[in-house]
């Protein structure tokens, strides 16, 4: 529960006048902005998107993506967290005016939050399923073990029930407030993920036959793999992964205290996330190589794929994967929540119990068009379901917009603020992050949404 000490003092005025949380450490912060980075993105994405777009040369697309994107907008959102040290919404008001047509960032930010929240828990249930499924065992032909996985996705009572536990875990946490929720199981679940996924890596690169194969699908670039629609799903993917354009680092940011060193610590959260992604391709592109498997056959690859080769391998390995992937998920999912939450606790004057309870519950309630998955969108010939459409949106354009306009917000408006002083000791970056904040970053956003919205020409669309 809220601690008196941890949380703002509500019975003053909500808005303005309060006592904010703040991380215990540094290595606090690291952990719980790091926890939020680290996610379904990195060990469910990642490597199958990589497997899709052929390996090395979109690896190193990527990397390129995370330094000229991702690093630079992350180091603008947490400026903006730790100098307004208020909510998304808030903090635009704060660094620009009250009424400022900025607050619509904040705004696209905690919608974001709460619409991506509201799918990535059904996925995380699938995770949460599966760690049971591995201790069970997987048994049978690889069509049954693989049809296991469309019996769950299919059964609207069993994902839902998952999706009620993770949601009820990640409410649960938020409940406890910045020091004694989110902190504290960051600094449990960051340290036990990194400990499964090394085993698990040095696992696939050294006791299968696979290793070798793998490291070279990495790392090795073969850029006649790559398409520009690699391109720009590398670009695109370097937002999600790094959990920026909808305000998540504004938020962690606010509760830095104002001699927090931003630079270094940006670079240190998009190192780890990094590391993390490319760990995890390591240890399952072995184990699919190992047993002579395609990489790319896309969403299905840890649900599907894996699990026909888990059947070999035994529980040793395949439990401590589900809780990986699990532990990733929650330690993201609690961000998420967070901003939504930080709204309604800063600008509504709500407590953070009643907060996380409305708002949680919203959430999951919208989380069930998802997790039932016979549930369709019809509109004439077209028809999708909901989750892909949650997916689609927010990953194609509600976090680019996002980001793009906190970019452009930093860059343009606020510019005068944002002084050398924020960069502290790594001054020397100030002026090569402004540059790229300025004109690098919004262009690359720009062609992520125009490729959201199959405008770029030379990309073949439609299939
Ligand atoms: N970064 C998380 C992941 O990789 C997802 C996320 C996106 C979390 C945006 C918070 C905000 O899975």
Known sequence: ?????????????????????????????????????????????????????????????YLGSVIIVGLPLMIAELIIGRRAQENPVGAFQRLHRDGSPWQIAGWLGVASGFVILSFYSVVAGWALAYIFKALVGF??????????????????????????????????????????????WSKIL????????????FYGLFFTHGGMKAISFLFNPDFSKLSAEGVLSALGHAFFTLSLGMGAMITYGSYMKSDARIVQDAITISFLDTLIALMAGLAIFSLVFS??????????????????????????????FFMLLTFAA????????????????????WGRTKACLIMGTLIYLLGLLSAVSALKLVYGDWETGFFDLFDYFSTNYMLPVGGLLICLFIAWVVKDKVRAEEFGSAGRLYKATVLTLKYITPIAVLLVILHGLELIPFVEYGQ
Do not use: C
């Open 1 to 61: 529960m809220a601690s008196g000490t941890d949380w703002h003092d509500t019975s003053q005025h909500p808005t303005r006048v309060k006592r904010r949380a703040h991380w215990t450490s540094r290595m606090g912060f690291i952990l719980a902005a790091t926890g939020s980075a680290i996610g379904l993105g990195n060990i469910w994405k990642f490597p199958y998107i990589t497997g899709v777009y052929g390996g090395g040369a979109f690896v190193l697309v």
């Open 139 to 184: 048994e049978g032909t690889a069509d049954q073990i693989q049809g296991q996985f469309s019996e769950l996705v299919g059964s609207p009572t069993w994902s839902i029930l998952w999706h009620t536990i993770f949601m009820t875990l990640t409410v649960g946490i938020v409940v406890g407030g910045i020091r004694n929720g989110i902190e504290r």
């Open 190 to 201: 960051m340290p036990a993920l990194f400990i499964i996924l090394f085993g698990l890596m």
């Open 291 to 320: 047993y002579g498997l395609e990489p790319g056959v896309g969403p299905g690859l840890i649900f599907q794929t894996l699990p026909v080769l888990f059947a070999e391998t035994g529980q040793l390995i395949s439990v401590p």
């Open 330 to 349: 929650l330690s993201s999912s609690i961000s998420l929540l967070e901003v939504v939450v930080s709204y309604f606790v800063d600008e509504r004057g």
